[in-house]
């Protein structure tokens, strides 16, 4: 490991040998990645004064209730959990410890007991239409329903409405989010489904987990960067020499995601026959490649990048090309870590109410995008979603936007009104109140379905404009008189 720069320098030199095993079998940025959590895990051991060989299970599961004390993010807690995992397991493997590591990870497919040839073969099955990365949650799932039964001793053939309802309630005790538990519940009432299907299961899938058990998953509005931090961070990315920071600048100014910006291949700039540039972004998320339309600025950081990637490719093989747009010092593809570590450096003085992140920087791009006057489904192209719900939840217009048009359109109608009462005899001559009051209903309706305060400004607009007639019909009487 000569080669590497470990987040971890003082590690203990049995960790060094478990890193070095996985040279060949992990990418350098999980070996990387896989550092820290063994770090912290030592430094856990040194302070509680614990020798590694007389390590307990009771101990390892004080070392986890001490990380979750620790308030870590979602993904910071799996990364660590994962990390540590993998170590004990290998020293376990070579008689450095003797725990049980099933009683402390009973869901990791490393520690866990095998599971059961029926769930085995629904897992064989699912993996014909699957991709790994959702076969490798259902597998998960699953994991976590047979380890609850073994503690419950209790039958999956035989299972009722009563076990379903603790395990959920379980879920719920794990601190899992809502939407975490809604993908967990469809997960296991999938295979609850199959094994209705091959006659394994005596109780109905549905019956077991019902739809009034799913929790309700905040709907959170999209948070765009105010525009004042939004330009502070963008000039500072722009003069800023380092591949991570104009790779961030990149992400800004075409809305990718930050994993869609580290697969970005060495040729990812194309041009048609008129010469428009566009960035060819390669399969995400959701398994679509296209093509984004960028313009000269764009061009030329990306050029740039081009040009240091080669730099750094060719010192270490000179032949080569380098695969990927975005590279780590030693010629591989960046880790994502590595592109928050530098938005945050990046930050540094900024104050805001709520965390700066990569996916912010998407927000921004979309919303800037629609307050210019790109249409949804433009934009549902530009961002890769499948559908235009998507790009409403990721994109909606901001309620600043909403009020600045509504006021607008409420002057014109106060000022044409006024128009109107001080010189009648114009009145032919300028736009019809009852024409524009339609249009304002049919603009406040073309976000998609609208929320209980615009019902109700539906409904005020479309009482004056009934009022308008009534008062104009009235008006032609008693000329006509």
Not at 45 to 68: A, H, W, Y
Not at 418 to 430: C, G, K, M, V
Request: hydrophobic content about 35%; some cysteine; glycine content about 4%.
């Amino acid at each position: 490991m000569s080669d590497m720069r470990l987040s971890g320098e003082n590690l203990p030199r049995i960790a060094k040998q478990f890193l070095k095993s996985k040279e060949g079998v992990w990418t350098w940025s999980t070996i990387e990645r896989t550092a820290s959590p063994i770090n912290q895990f030592h430094h856990w051991l040194s302070k509680n004064g614990i020798e590694l060989k007389e390590i307990t299970e009771r101990d390892l599961q004080k070392f986890m209730e001490d990380c979750r004390q620790r308030n870590l993010k979602r993904e910071s807690f799996r990364v660590l959990s994962s990390g540590v995992c993998h170590y004990l397991e290998w020293l376990k493997n070579r008689r450095v410890i003797r725990v049980k590591l099933e009683d402390v990870y009973p869901q990791s497919s490393l520690c866990a007991k095998p599971l059961p040839p029926s769930a085995q073969q629904f897992l064989n099955a699912m993996s014909i239409t699957l991709s790994s990365s959702t076969l490798l949650y259902y597998t998960t799932c699953i994991r976590g329903l047979h380890s609850f039964l073994r503690k419950r001793a209790g039958s999956l053939k035989s299972m009722t409405r009563r076990d379903s309802e603790r395990f959920m309630i379980s879920l719920f005790d794990q601190g899992l989010s809502p939407a975490s538990r809604v993908q967990w519940l469809i997960s296991v009432r999938v295979y609850f489904r199959w094994l209705n299907e091959h006659n394994l299961l005596d109780q109905d899938a549905d019956r077991l987990i019902r739809v009034t058990d799913f929790p309700r998953v905040p709907e959170y509005l999209p948070r765009p960067l105010p525009a004042e931090i939004d330009r502070e961070i963008q000039v500072r990315l722009s003069r800023s020499e380092g591949v991570y920071e104009r790779g961030l600048l990149l992400m800004r100014l075409t809305g990718i995601r930050v994993s869609e910006l580290l697969a970005l291949k060495f040729e990812c700039l194309k041009k048609d026959f008129d010469g428009n540039a566009f960035l060819k972004v390669e399969l995400g998320k959701l398994k679509n490649e296209r093509l984004v339309p960028i313009d000269s600025r764009t061009v030329v950081l990306i050029e740039t990048l081009q040009e240091e990637a080669k730099k750094i490719v060719g010192q270490l093989h000179s032949q080569q090309q380098p695969d990927f747009l975005i590279n780590d010092p030693f010629g591989r593809q960046a880790a994502t870590h590595r592109l928050r570590e530098a938005l945050a450096e990046i930050c540094i003085g900024i104050k805001t109410k709520e965390p700066i992140t990569t996916h912010r920087m998407r927000h921004t791009f979309a919303t800037q995008l629609l307050g210019a006057g790109v249409s949804i489904f433009s934009l549902m192209k530009i961002l890769g979603h499948r559908h235009f719900k998507m790009t409403l939840r990721y994109a909606a217009i901001t309620q600043e936007t909403i009020r600045k048009e509504y006021n607008s359109a409420i002057e014109k109608i106060d000022k044409e009104l006024d128009l109107l009462q001080t010189n009648p005899e114009i009145r032919n001559e300028l736009s019809n109140p009852q024409e524009v009051l339609p249009d304002l209903v049919r603009w406040l309706r073309q976000g998609g379905p609208a929320d209980q305060r615009q019902k109700l400004l539906i409904r005020k607009i479309q009482k004056l404009e009934r009022e308008l007639r009534g008062s104009f019909s009235k008006s032609e009487v008693k000329t006509a008189g």
